[in-house]
């Protein structure tokens, strides 16, 4: 199991930029896809970015499209979220997550703790 730390949340206001930071403890980084997911209390998890092992591939959800973008630096084992456009509705926790591409929670084995990112207006 790959271990995940998350980084880099904050309050920030609307319109302001955030990058959040997943850093992975595992010499297998390469071999997984990264994905980005979301969670406001009493709420399910939602999809909000995926990028491929070897980042050539990257899928956003709607909501983020064209505001958000999903990296990665298999050299230094992390993946990155770049948030720019900030709006107060993506205020939530942000975790990182490890397994295979995909956009649904079960397709990642590995989850980081979470990062607080909140959005004032």
């Known amino acids: 199991q790959v271990q995940l730390v998350e980084s880099g949340g904050g309050l920030v206001q609307t319109g302001g930029s955030l990058r959040l930071s997943c850093a992975a403890s595992?010499?297998?980084?390469?071999?997984?896809?990264m994905g980005w997911f979301r969670q406001a209390p009493g709420k399910e998890r939602e999809f909000v970015a995926v990028?491929?092992?070897?980042?050539?591939?990257?899928d956003y959800a709607d909501s983020v499209k064209g505001r958000f973008t999903i990296s990665r630096d298999n050299a230094k084992n992390t993946a990155y979220l770049q948030m720019n456009s900030l709006k107060p509705e993506d205020t939530d926790v942000y975790y990182c997550?490890?397994?295979?591409?995909?956009?649904?929670?079960?397709?990642?084995?590995?989850w980081g703790q979470g990062t607080q990112v909140t959005v004032s207006s």
């Open positions: 595992t010499r297998t980084f390469s071999s997984y896809a």
């Open positions: 997550a490890a397994g295979v591409y995909g956009y649904n929670v079960p397709d990642f084995l590995s």
């Open positions: 990028i491929s092992w070897s980042g050539s591939t990257a």
